[in-house]
């Protein structure tokens, strides 16, 4: 219950009152309904070092499981990854954030073992090179 009082919390914040009426509802009569959007792309790794790359605007730097303090960020950007960055970490995930400063203002969770979509019930072993992005 607290995860959903924090969602709407941080859906007023970020959203407004119309926009987080829209998403409860949506969220309400999600199994009646059910629209699901894939992003597909390529991204060449082998050319990105571990190293933290910046440009003109952000720094952009693969997150280790000792970077507590933007794992936290990331957590509390995303509810259903509260506590779960660590393990992913240590389970073949690997996560790239964006950083203005200290702050994350983006990141990525990359799965390079399964794709798994747990709303459909679907779990596929990847091949090497693919990865899911969580």
């Known amino acids: 219950m607290n995860i959903i009082i924090k969602k709407i919390k941080r859906?007023?914040?970020?959203?407004?009152i119309w926009i987080t009426l829209k998403k409860t509802f949506y969220f309400v009569v999600k199994p009646a309904y059910k629209k699901l959007t894939y992003k597909?792309?390529?991204i060449e790794l082998n050319n990105f070092n571990n190293l933290p790359v910046s440009n003109n605007n952000f720094i952009y730097k693969f997150v280790d499981k000792d970077d507590i303090k933007i794992i936290k960020q990331i957590e509390d950007m995303e509810e259903w990854l509260q506590n779960r960055i660590?393990?992913?970490l240590n389970s073949n995930c690997i996560c790239l954030a964006a950083l203005d400063k200290n702050r994350v203002v983006g990141f990525l969770?990359?799965?390079?073992?399964?794709?798994?979509i747990p709303w459909i019930n679907f779990k596929k072993i990847l091949r090497a090179n693919d990865c899911y992005g969580e």
């Open 11 to 16: 859906n007023l914040f970020n959203f407004g």
């Open 40 to 42: 597909i792309y390529f």
């Open 86 to 88: 660590i393990d992913m």
């Open 109 to 116: 969770i990359a799965n390079l073992n399964e794709l798994n």
